[in-house]
C-alpha cells in the first residue's frame, strides 16, 4: 500500500465503512475460495467462479463487488449485464486466461474447423466468444459424454485439465498449451516426501495439477467437489493441492480435522498461493465500493456471443437439448 494511500485510509474503520457501503450501494460481495481469509469472511457468498456469478445473478443487488480474478468478474457481468460489476484490483488476471491470447486461439480454431470447441471457464470473454461451449471442471467429463464418439474436440486453455479428462473418457482431445501457475508449482518429491510422513493421509487435487501429481492423489476434482470431500472424508488429516486459501473454509467447517497443503518445489515456499488473488485486498475491496471503480464493462456483441457457449454448458449439464453450431461459422467478434 503507497504512502497517499494509507494516508487517505488513516483512522477509517475499513471494515465498518464497507459494511456501510454495502447497504448504501446495495452490493453483493463475492469471494473466491483463494482469496485470503479476510476477503472470504466478508462476503456475502463464498465459492467457485461460476457458482459465485450465478448467485449474484439471483440478488437483487444493484452492485457485485467480485474478489476474485478478472475472468470470473467478466462472467458475472455476462450473465448480470444490468449489473455494475467491480472488481477490487483489475490486474487480478489468470496464467490460464493470459495463455490464451484471443486471435491466437481463433487462428487455431479456424484451422482445426472439424474439431468442437470445449473451452474452460478460465479464459476471457473473447475467447468464450469464439468457443462452442465452456466448461468448468465439475461439468466437463458429463459435456464430453455427451457428445457423439466420432466429434473431434478441441480443448483450451488447460492442457492439464484436459489430459485428465482425456484419460477419464478416453477422449482423444487436441489441447492448447495453456496452464496455472499455481497448480504446476506443486512438487512431486515433496508430496511424497509429506505422503510418507502422513501415509493414512488422502490426497484431494485439482485437475489443474500436471499428471505427476495427479497420478498420486486419492480424489480429483474441482474446488467445491475438494471443500466437499474433505468435509466428508473419515480422514482426521487431509493433503490438499490446490490453492491453499480454500483450507480457510475447510478449517471453518470442520475445525476437528487438519489440512495440510500440498507442498512446492523446497517444501517451504509460497509458490503455490495465487499472485494474482493476492491483489485483492480489504482495502482496495472498500475503494472500489467507494469509487464504483474498478467497474468491469464487457460490449454487449461480445456479452451475447460469450453467453451462448455459457448457457449451451448449462443446457447440456442440465441434461437439456442444445443447438451446437460450430461458433467459427458465425460472424467475427468485434468490440473486443
Keep these: 500500500m503507497d504512502a497517499r494511500l494509507r494516508e487517505t485510509l488513516k483512522g477509517l474503520d475499513i471494515r465498518a465503512e464497507i459494511e456501510r457501503l454495502r447497504k448504501e450501494r446495495n452490493a453483493v460481495i463475492l469471494a ?3 482469496q485470503t481469509p479476510e476477503l472470504q469472511d466478508m462476503a456475502d457468498f463464498v465459492g467457485d467462479s461460476l457458482e459465485l456469478s450465478r448467485k449474484a445473478a439471483e440478488t437483487d443487488a444493484d452492485v457485485i463487488a467480485f474478489c476474485g480474478v478478472r475472468f470470473m468478474a467478466e462472467v458475472a457481468k455476462i450473465l ?64 464430453i459424454n455427451s457428445l457423439p464418439r466420432d466429434q473431434k474436440i ?23 498449451d ?8 506443486f512438487s512431486e518429491t515433496e508430496l511424497l516426501k509429506l505422503k510418507a510422513q502422513y501415509p493414512d493421509a488422502p490426497v484431494a487435487a485439482h485437475p489443474e495439477c500436471p499428471a505427476h501429481i495427479l497420478d498420486h492423489a486419492d480424489m480429483i476434482g474441482s474446488t467445491s467437489a475438494i471443500l466437499k470431500f474433505a468435509l466428508e472424508s473419515p480422514s482426521d488429516l487431509i493433503i490438499v493441492a490446490t490453492e491453499p486459501h480454500i483450507i480457510h473454509q475447510m478449517e471453518k467447517k470442520a475445525p476437528q480435522k487438519t489440512f495440510i497443503g500440498a507442498p512446492g518445489a523446497d517444501g517451504k515456499c509460497s509458490c503455490n498461493m495465487c499472485p494474482y488473488m493476492a491483489l485483492n485486498t480489504v482495502e482496495k475491496l472498500y ?7 474498478p467497474e468491469l464493462h464487457v460490449p454487449e456483441e461480445l456479452r451475447v ?8 454448458m448449462l443446457a447440456i449439464a442440465s441434461g437439456a437439448a442444445t443447438d451446437l453450431t460450430p461458433a467459427q461459422t458465425m460472424p467475427p467478434v468485434t468490440g473486443d
Design 154 to 176: 478441441l480443448f483450451a486453455p488447460d492442457k492439464h485439465l484436459g489430459a485428465w479428462l482425456a484419460r477419464k473418457t478416453g477422449r482423444d482431445m487436441l489441447l492448447w
Design 80 to 143: 448480470s449485464p444490468q449489473k455494475t460489476v467491480i472488481l477490487p484490483d483489475m490486474d487480478a488476471g489468470c496464467s490460464l486466461e493470459d495463455s490464451c491470447p484471443p486471435d491466437e486461439f481463433a487462428a487455431f480454431r479456424a484451422a482445426h474447423p472439424d474439431h468442437l470447441s470445449l473451452t474452460y471457464i478460465n479464459c476471457s470473454a473473447a475467447v468464450k466468444a469464439h468457443s462452442d461451449i465452456i466448461v468448468t471442471s465439475s461439468s466437463a467429463e458429463k459435456i
Design 178 to 185: 495453456g496452464t496455472c501457475i499455481v497448480h504446476e508449482a
Design 305 to 312: 456471443r460469450a453467453l451462448l457457449p455459457l448457457n449451451r
Design 32 to 34: 473466491h475460495y483463494y
Design 287 to 293: 475503494l472500489s465500493l467507494r469509487d464504483l471503480k
